[in-house]
């Protein structure tokens, strides 16, 4: 397996859905190749940093602001 | 905000839907307090910028509050609401469009190369490195950088977790079409995080 065929397995690697063969074949190439190992790792990094419900927060103004225009809303059909 | 009885805090959300169906206006505030957080993520990541993204917010909500009469229950009212909230966000980003924006999709869209040039490892636990303030804006950048098509992708699997079916059910898209655009996103993220976070 050579790095760019490595590179383009990584993500479905990273889902768990490659099949056991293929599987093992890049992660023989990952346990050899610091380029790939090093793409490898900071992808999943990438990943667990947006994933993290931290990021982009609702701010309190927004939200006041929804309830209201949400309020308003429901006074039209009321 | 006001309190919201009880019995409507506990309730699930099939109960919700029938509830607010019926006229119970509480019943539908309650659905906005659960997604709220979620729709506004959504709309941050989708459009790149605050105010689209309490646009998104509020125009998703007030459509849905309309259209509920037409809401099916037997789907999940959750996958309602982010449908029309990628409907809103993509409207917007349409609209920006004409000018010096980003095209929706990337010529390379199914088979291009995806090109690696930053293969240094990181830096450990860049998270615990930067303010939260500044780690927002850089991985908000990061998304900026992606088209549209790819920021979507990447928001409803990896920031949102559902699964590739749910994904391209939901954008009308095939499963492969969401792998590969799953992959780019990655890939070009990766890319661009791996300028501030490399070693050295
Ligand atoms: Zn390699």
Not at chain 1, 13 to 27: F, Q, R, S, V
Not at chain 1, 54 to 70: G, I, M, N, Q, W
Request: glycine share 4%.
């Amino acid at each position: 397996m050579n790095c760019n065929k490595a590179i383009k397995e990584i993500s479905g690697y990273l889902d768990g859905d490659l099949d056991e063969a293929l599987k093992h074949t890049l992660e023989a190439h990952l346990t050899y190749c610091n380029h790939c190992h090093a793409v490898y790792d900071s992808t999943r990094k990438t990943i667990d940093l947006y994933c993290d419900g931290k990021l982009f927060s609702l701010p309190e103004d927004v939200h006041t602001r929804l309830h209201e225009a949400l309020k308003r809303k429901m006074q039209e059909h009321a | 905000m006001t309190e919201l009885p009880q019995a409507i805090l506990a309730s699930s959300e099939g109960h919700l839907v029938s509830e607010a169906k019926a006229g119970n206006y509480s019943a539908f505030e309650e659905l906005v307090n659960r997604y709220e957080k979620k729709i506004y993520r959504l709309g941050m990541n989708i459009t790149g910028n605050r105010e689209d993204a309490e646009d998104v917010l509020q125009d998703a909500f007030l459509k849905a509050f309309e259209h509920l009469p037409d809401f099916r229950e037997d789907s999940r009212f959750y996958t309602w609401i982010v449908r029309i909230a990628v409907n809103e966000a993509l409207m917007k980003l349409r609209k920006r469009r004409n000018s010096r924006e980003l095209p929706m999709e990337d010529s390379e869209d199914d088979n291009g190369e995806v090109v690696v040039r930053e293969f240094a490892d990181w830096k450990p636990n860049p998270e615990q490195q930067y303010a939260q303030a500044e780690l927002e804006r850089i991985l908000q950048q990061g998304v900026n950088s992606l088209p549209p098509g790819f920021r979507t992708v990447f928001y409803l699997r990896d920031v949102e977790g559902l699964s590739t079916e749910e994904t391209a059910e939901l954008l009308e898209l095939s499963v492969g079409a969401v792998k590969a655009r799953l992959f780019r996103a990655r890939l070009r993220l990766r890319e661009e995080l791996s300028k501030i976070f490399k070693r050295g």
